[in-house]
């Protein structure tokens, strides 16, 4: 089964992308065949249209939290309206943090919208969801690296052991030094008085 991913108006791409290409690692039978990224009401729809002409699943992550025209339910409700696509099923995906998602089904064809998370569609995309579009491996067969091959480069990702040290790496404000200082001072000074108190009996 090819597959298109239409990023929309979300701006966690890099990591979701990253998160996804781990999961289809895992599954022969799904091919991304290509991505695109829209950034405007019109624009996924133009970017939807390709998509659906190219793959069998559609997945479009990110614009479940947008206002009003801009909602990616909004948007792809109305698209399915214009085109006149009949719509086989239409299931909630259940997210437990965040935004849930939508598995729909028109004719052959599968749209599974996901939100704007990287952990949130690493878990929603999985074994149980793909019962639902009949993509998960028999029982016993291997699954195999499919071939990858998108028309979006997406720009390098920073390096995450990086980012968990910037991450850790806090300063002390000032009002926290002058408190530890006085804790210290206070101790020491009660030390003092103690050693003075005993000294003296």
Known sequence: MDCSIVYYISYKTGYIQRSLTKKFRTMSNITVKSGYAAVSPQDLCDKFRRAMKESQLVIVV???SAPGDSSVMDVLSGYFTRERLEVGSSKRVVNTDGDDGYLISTGEKYVLVLPDDPESCERMFGAELLKNIR????????????VVNHTVVFAPEPDDSTAERLKTKHRASLPVILAISLAAAVCAAAGVWVWLALGSR
């Open 62 to 64: 990110g614009g479940l």
């Open 135 to 146: 993509t998960a491996n028999p029982p016993g067969e291997a699954a195999a690296e499919p």
